[in-house]
């Protein structure tokens, strides 16, 4: 079995993880929210055992939780198409 080198200076456990989340964002993200971000693929995670999971600094610096819906709000509206004005035919 090869060994691989971990830099654990690149990872956050779960806890820490929400408190990085909680600075991002302004508000108090739980120690389960940075497990579903896995799961949605949004973070790098790193399995050291069955119950101990990192997270990638990187990914967790750069997310920022917003409130729901906001993100797909604004999507929308980046991509909808700018409204055109009806003339008038007398």
Excluded: F, H
């Excluded at 929210?33 to 050291?48: E, S």
């Excluded at 990638?56 to 700018?82: C, F, H, L």
């Amino acid at each position: 079995m090869s060994e691989e080198t971990v830099n654990l200076g690149e990872w956050y456990s779960a806890t820490q993880a929400a408190e990085r989340l909680s600075q991002n964002s302004g508000k108090t993200i739980g120690i389960s929210y940075p497990r579903k971000l896995a799961q949605y693929g949004k973070v790098r995670t790193l399995k050291v055992t069955e119950r101990n999971i990192l997270y990638n600094k990187q990914d967790i610096n750069n997310y920022v939780v917003e409130e729901r819906g906001e993100k797909s709000g604004r999507a929308k509206r980046q991509t909808a198409r700018p409204k055109t004005k009806k003339k008038l035919v007398a």
